[in-house]
């Protein structure tokens, strides 16, 4: 291409004929005139060449230049070149010279010889050090064992050094041993021989001990009555009213009232024992309450009789007195349920609830009515034990007909003059 281009460049220009023009004569049909005109034209189209290539001249050359440029850069880069390969030639003489000189020194594989040799013993004074502590565990059992023998061996010395007294004393031990069971044999053949005319059922319901009447529901009594009970053992059997109807049976009676026979304006010792009698109207005692109910859920069924005949009742589901030390205080627990409604639990008047009052009677002010005014107990229209608040409005030890007896169960029943009788019932859950 380059070399095209300087051929263009130096190619001849071809002569113009212009006599015709200068000699004056003009002959616009002439074929000289159209000849010289024609060349006219050829000389300014060759101007034009000319120009160009001019100009490609002058582009020419500036490529030349810096091809030439380039060719002197690349020059340099390759001296620069030839320069680090020299210098890296002569690093890789050193080091080839550094190795060689590592390969005739030997200390470094001795130093490497020796350090061997210590990590091998190491390993083999760590296995010994396994093995000492193995020997010294095995000989601490040996110790242990030892030991034990030697403490074997010592009672074995005592036991052959008992005496023949001591012997002979063990064989009157024996003898007599054998003489207490020959008697106990001799007396279980005289029960035998004093029972040989009762019946097996006999001796069974005497040695029966009933806690309370759902214990005698369970062993199958479907009767209501009066029925014996052993709350605090067979010791202390007392007689209470059962009911084997209401809600399935076995409900013990803890109070009862069919008439005016027994008054409940008693002591606090008396309503702690009890009083009256089961086929009447009585009072349990605050401690065979407290006996029944302790460590056991219980419930509790109220109902009272008016004297047209309806009978009302509460049942609450959780029922318990504390000790004598704790004034035999009430736990009440519902949920309440029956035609009386709750008076005893749930008021509306937190003076009047009574879970959690103590027992008062008119010798015993346990209640919480104002100091100065009195006790609920001794109030005439009042007067008998119960777990008082600020008085309530339930309350079921009150003076029989003919006297006041001011709110039952307030307010379904209002007065004690239209009572017919109340009951108390427990039964454990």
């Known amino acids: 291409m380059m070399f095209s281009f300087l051929f263009l460049l130096f190619m001849p220009i071809p002569q113009v004929r212009t006599g015709s023009l200068l000699t004056g ?6 074929t000289a005139l159209i000849n010289e005109r024609r060349d006219i034209k050829e000389i300014d189209v060759l101007r034009q060449i000319i120009n160009q290539e001019t100009l490609i001249r002058v582009a020419v050359v500036k490529d030349v230049r810096a091809v030439v440029d380039d060719v002197r850069s690349v020059k340099r880069s390759m001296a620069s070149s030839e320069t680090m390969v020299s210098t890296l030639q ?29 990590v091998y013993t190491l390993r083999q004074t760590k296995t010994l050090k396994k093995r000492v502590e193995t020997l010294e565990r095995q000989v601490n059992t040996l110790s242990q064992d030892n030991a034990l023998q030697r403490k074997v061996e010592t009672l074995q010395r005592k036991v052959d050094s008992l005496t023949e007294e001591q012997t002979r004393e063990i064989k009157n031990w024996q003898e007599k041993n054998q003489e207490i069971e020959q008697k106990f044999n001799r007396n279980i053949a005289e029960v035998y021989e004093l029972l040989n005319n009762r019946t097996l059922e006999t001796i ?41 109807v209401t809600e399935g049976g ?69 029922f318990s007195i504390n000790d004598e030390a704790d004034n035999y205080s009430l736990f009440l627990g519902g949920p309440a349920t029956g035609t009386l409604g709750d008076s005893m639990l749930k008021t509306g008047d937190s003076n009047k609830d009574l879970s959690g009052m103590s027992f008062t009677t008119p010798d015993r002010d346990n209640d919480r ?8 107990a001794a109030r005439p229209r009042s007067r008998g034990g119960w777990w008082f608040n600020w008085c309530s409005y339930a309350f079921l030890n009150g003076p029989w007909y003919p006297a006041v007896w001011q709110k039952p169960w307030y307010p379904t029943v209002e007065s004690g003059l239209t009572v017919k009788g109340t009951m108390m019932l427990i039964r454990r859950h």
């Open 25 to 30: 004569t003009y002959d616009p049909n002439s």
């Open 90 to 118: 002569q690093t890789l003489e050193s080091l080839k010279s550094q190795v060689d000189s590592l390969n005739r020194d030997n200390t470094l594989a001795q130093k490497v010889e020796v350090l061997q040799r210590q």
């Open 204 to 244: 069974k319901k005497d040695l029966k001990l009933y806690v309370d009447c759902k214990h005698h529901c369970l062993q199958g009594q479907t009767q209501s009555g009066v029925y014996r009970i052993s709350p605090f053992g067979n010791e202390s059997q007392i007689d209470v009213y059962c009911d084997m």
């Open 250 to 318: 076995g409900w013990t009676a803890i109070q009862k009232r069919v008439s005016g026979s027994e008054s409940f304006d008693r002591t606090l010792a008396e309503y702690k024992n009890g009083f009256g009698n089961a086929n009447d109207s009585y009072w349990i005692g605050n401690d065979t309450i407290h006996q029944l109910t302790k460590g056991r859920n219980s419930s509790l069924y109220v109902s009272i009789t008016i004297k047209n005949g309806t009978t009302f009742y509460e049942l609450y589901q959780e």
């Open 369 to 376: 009515y104002s100091i100065g005014i009195g006790n609920c």
